[in-house]
């Protein structure tokens, strides 16, 4: 994966977006193209798939973040973040690195 690069910042209703396409067809099998007719024209699909995947990944190793999470649907806060904290493929994301993108005490 060495030199894939900078994983791009994603609109955060694209990713709200990804992530209601995740939730509804649970099984994975989700063409590029399904979300690119849902999200908004030249959105970066593949990126918003890769933050939207990583979020579901982290959400249940990361116990702080489950105060961002209200009846399994995670916050526009943590959204915003994930869309927004950088990312490099191959690399690990640190919960202190994405926690910054947080706001602290108010959740929602």
Same mark, same amino acid.
């Given at each position: 994966m060495k030199g894939l690069g900078q994983i791009p910042t994603v !609109?955060?209703?694209?990713?709200?977006?990804?992530?209601?396409?995740?939730? +509804?067809?649970? =099984?994975? =099998?989700? !063409?590029?193209?399904i979300y690119s007719r849902l999200c908004k024209?030249?959105?970066?699909?593949?990126? /918003?798939?890769?933050?939207? =995947?990583?979020? /579901?990944?982290l959400l249940q190793s990361i116990p702080e973040l489950a105060e961002f999470v209200q009846d399994g649907e995670p916050s !526009? #806060?943590?959204?915003?973040?994930?869309?927004l904290v950088p990312m +490099?493929? /191959?690399? #690990?994301?640190?919960?202190?690195?994405?926690?910054k993108y947080l706001p602290k005490g108010h959740p929602r």
């Open positions: !609109d955060p209703h694209d990713l709200r977006t990804i992530l209601n396409v995740q939730r +509804e067809c649970p =099984s994975g =099998s989700i !063409d590029a193209l024209p030249g959105a970066d699909v593949v990126a /918003g798939h890769l933050r939207a =995947s990583l979020m /579901g990944i !526009d #806060a943590l959204v915003l973040a994930f869309a +490099e493929h /191959g690399k #690990a994301l640190h919960a202190h690195k994405l926690m």
